[in-house]
C-alpha cells in the first residue's frame, strides 16, 4: 500500500497548483473562476502583490513538502525493506537549515509588507475627498455624510443606508463604527476589510478609480441575520456624487418638515 498512497500524495501538489492555475485563468468557465473580483482600488494592486507573493513563497513550501512525503512513502515501502527499523540521533545541521531558512522568511514578509501596511492602515489621507460615518448594526449599513458645514452632529447631517455613495478618484475616508456586536466591513472591490468594534471609531480609507456598483457585505458572523447583511457601494463622478447628496439632503428635510408639521398639528389647541 506503500506505493499506493505514495501516488496519492503526489497527486496533492498536482492537483493543488492545476487548481491554482485554472482559478486564475480568467477565460476559463464561469464556474471555475474563483480568484480575485476586479481590482478598483488606487492602492489595491500592492495588496494583490503582496498576497501573490506570500501564496509563491508558501506554495513552493507545500509542493517540495508534498513531494519529499510521497517519495519517502515510496522509497520505504514496508514490502519492499524487510530490514528492521534503526533510530538515528540525527543532524544537527538539517535542524538548523530547517529553523533558519522558515526564520529568515518570516523576516523577509515582515519587511516586505511594511510599506502595503502603512498605507493601508497607518498613514492616514489628509486630502479626503469626501468624509463619511459608517455604522454597523444588526444587520444593514448606515451612513452618514456632514452637510454643507462639513461637520457631523450637526442638524444638517445627511443619513442614508444599504447604498454608500462615493466619488471616483478621490480619497474616501470613513469612520467605522458598530451599534452593537462585531460586524466587518468588507470592500472586495477596494481590496479594503476592517472590523467594526463597539466602542471604538476605526479610521478606514480608499481610493475608488472606477465608476460603478460593487459589493459591501459583513465578513463577521454577527448574529442571525449575517447572511442578509450586504450593500453596496456606488462609485460616481464628482458631479453626480454632489447632485445625489443634494437630493438626499432635500428629501430628508422634507420629511423632516412633514414629521414636525404633523407633530404640531396633533397638539391641542390652548
Given at each position: 500500500?506503500g506505493?499506493?498512497?505514495?501516488?496519492?500524495?503526489?497527486?496533492?501538489?498536482?492537483?493543488?497548483?492545476?487548481?491554482?492555475v485554472?482559478?486564475?485563468?480568467?477565460h476559463?468557465l464561469p464556474?471555475?473562476?474563483?480568484?480575485?473580483?476586479?481590482?478598483?482600488s488606487?492602492?489595491?494592486h500592492?495588496?494583490?502583490?503582496l498576497?501573490?507573493t506570500?501564496?509563491?513563497?508558501?506554495?513552493?513550501?507545500?509542493?517540495a513538502?508534498?513531494?519529499?512525503?510521497?517519495?519517502?512513502?515510496?522509497?520505504y515501502?514496508?514490502k519492499?525493506?524487510r530490514d528492521?527499523?534503526?533510530?538515528?540521533?540525527?543532524?544537527h545541521?538539517?535542524?538548523?537549515?530547517w529553523?533558519?531558512?522558515?526564520?529568515?522568511?518570516l523576516f523577509?514578509?515582515a519587511?516586505?509588507?511594511?510599506n502595503?501596511?502603512?498605507?493601508?492602515?497607518?498613514?492616514?489621507?489628509?486630502?479626503?475627498?469626501?468624509?463619511?460615518?459608517?455604522?454597523g448594526r444588526q444587520?444593514?449599513?448606515?451612513f452618514?455624510?456632514?452637510?454643507p458645514?462639513?461637520?457631523?452632529?450637526?442638524?444638517?447631517d445627511?443619513?442614508w443606508?444599504?447604498?454608500l455613495h462615493v466619488?471616483?478618484?478621490e480619497?474616501?475616508?470613513?469612520?467605522?463604527?458598530?451599534?452593537?456586536?462585531?460586524?466587518?466591513?468588507?470592500?472586495?472591490n477596494?481590496?479594503?476589510k476592517?472590523?467594526a468594534?463597539?466602542?471604538?471609531?476605526?479610521?478606514v480609507?480608499?481610493?475608488?478609480?472606477?465608476?460603478?456598483?460593487?459589493?459591501?457585505?459583513?465578513?463577521?458572523?454577527?448574529?442571525?441575520?449575517?447572511?442578509?447583511?450586504?450593500?453596496?457601494?456606488?462609485?460616481?463622478?464628482?458631479?453626480d456624487?454632489?447632485?445625489?447628496?443634494?437630493?438626499?439632503?432635500?428629501?430628508?428635510?422634507a420629511?423632516?418638515?412633514?414629521a414636525?408639521?404633523?407633530?404640531?398639528?396633533?397638539?391641542?389647541?390652548?
Open positions: 500500500m506505493k499506493f498512497w505514495s501516488f496519492v500524495f503526489f497527486l496533492v501538489p498536482v492537483l493543488g497548483v492545476g487548481l491554482f485554472v482559478a486564475m485563468n480568467f476559463s464556474l471555475l473562476n474563483h480568484w480575485f473580483p476586479e481590482d478598483v488606487a492602492s489595491g500592492v495588496i494583490d502583490q498576497f501573490m506570500i501564496l509563491v513563497l508558501t506554495g513552493v513550501v507545500f509542493v513538502t508534498e513531494v519529499c512525503l510521497a517519495f519517502f512513502l515510496w522509497r515501502d514496508a519492499a525493506n528492521p527499523v534503526r533510530y538515528m540521533h540525527g543532524s545541521t538539517l535542524e538548523v537549515v529553523t533558519v531558512l522558515p526564520a529568515a522568511t523577509f514578509i519587511i516586505y509588507q511594511m502595503a501596511w502603512a498605507d493601508a492602515k497607518i498613514r492616514q489621507p489628509k486630502d479626503a475627498g469626501v468624509i463619511v460615518e459608517v455604522r444587520f444593514e449599513w448606515r452618514r455624510y456632514p452637510g458645514d462639513g461637520k457631523f452632529n450637526t442638524p444638517d445627511i443619513h443606508d444599504t447604498d466619488p471616483v478618484d480619497e474616501v475616508l470613513v469612520h467605522l463604527k458598530s451599534e452593537d456586536v462585531l460586524h466587518s466591513f468588507f470592500l472586495p477596494m481590496r479594503v476592517q472590523d468594534v463597539p466602542g471604538m471609531m476605526i479610521p480609507w480608499f481610493r475608488p478609480t472606477k465608476i460603478g456598483s460593487w459589493d459591501l457585505v459583513c465578513a463577521e458572523l454577527c448574529g442571525w441575520g449575517h447572511y442578509k447583511m450586504r450593500g453596496r457601494i456606488t462609485v460616481q463622478s464628482r458631479a456624487f454632489d447632485a445625489w447628496l443634494v437630493e438626499i439632503a432635500n428629501k430628508q428635510h420629511t423632516q418638515a412633514d414636525t408639521a404633523t407633530a404640531d398639528a396633533a397638539k391641542p389647541a390652548k
